[in-house]
């Protein structure tokens, strides 16, 4: 496609539910990552995925977080048992090789009421 | 030594003032050093970056000052409009193929008409 694109746009659930957002990168990037925006600070790295391998999960912050990437395209993050500290803009970015440029979407804004 | 130190966190310059942005590192193993700019509502996207090799780079109104020895860089815009108000963030890229895009956490700009 013509760039990353991220579902949905905005998601609102209650506390204690699972979410799932969708990352559509850019056709024939290899590299995926996701990153967690928080109100004030700074873009905070996730997980990153190399084809369908994820050689670095070192950011993601509980075993509630998990994600999986598949036929080296779609990614998606999935969020068990959500808290309202999840509350953040979740970032998917694509890139064609591991240490160039990194290609945004447009973020899925997530509300834990 | 993973972080990036930006400064300051906000900003307010007149149409036609320059801007400066500052940021900080430690770890001398980065070696790759982009600055995003991002819009209310959309991802962040690539403005300018530079490598350590190089003390500075200019593309149109944006200039990067990399100062190695003292670990800092800064983005400089010339002649700042209103539609460069937006929030900037500093990064650095570690070497390698571990290596992830350590951000800093933004300044919000405002150029004043």
């Known amino acids: 496609g013509a760039g990353v694109s991220q579902s949905p746009s905005n998601k609102v659930t209650e506390k204690g539910k699972d979410v799932e957002l969708r990352c559509d990168p850019i056709s024939g990037h290899t590299a995926l990552y996701w990153y967690r925006q928080s109100l004030g600070q700074g873009l905070e790295f996730l997980i990153y995925f190399q084809g369908n391998s994820a050689p670095d999960k070192s950011g993601l912050p509980s075993d509630r977080f998990s994600a999986e990437r598949t036929g080296g395209s779609v990614s998606t993050l999935t969020i068990q048992r959500t808290q309202q500290e999840d509350s953040a803009v979740y970032l998917c970015a694509s890139s064609s090789s591991r240490q160039v440029r990194q290609f945004f979407g447009p973020g899925t804004r997530l509300t834990v009421l | 030594q993973q972080q990036v130190k930006q400064s300051p966190q906000s900003l307010i310059v007149q149409k036609g003032g320059i801007s400066i942005i500052n940021c900080a590192y430690e770890?001398?193993?980065?070696?790759?050093f982009p600055w995003y700019q991002q819009f209310p509502g959309k991802g962040p996207a690539l403005l300018i970056a530079?490598?350590?090799?190089?003390s500075e780079k200019k593309e149109g109104r944006f200039t990067i000052s990399f100062n190695k020895s003292a670990k800092q860089f800064s983005l400089h815009i010339m002649d700042s409009q209103p539609g460069d108000s937006a929030t900037y963030f500093c990064a650095a890229l570690y070497g390698g193929s571990q290596g992830n895009l350590i951000f800093g956490k933004g300044t919000k700009l405002s150029v004043k008409p």
């Open positions: 770890n001398t193993a980065f070696d790759y």
């Open positions: 530079i490598r350590p090799d190089v």
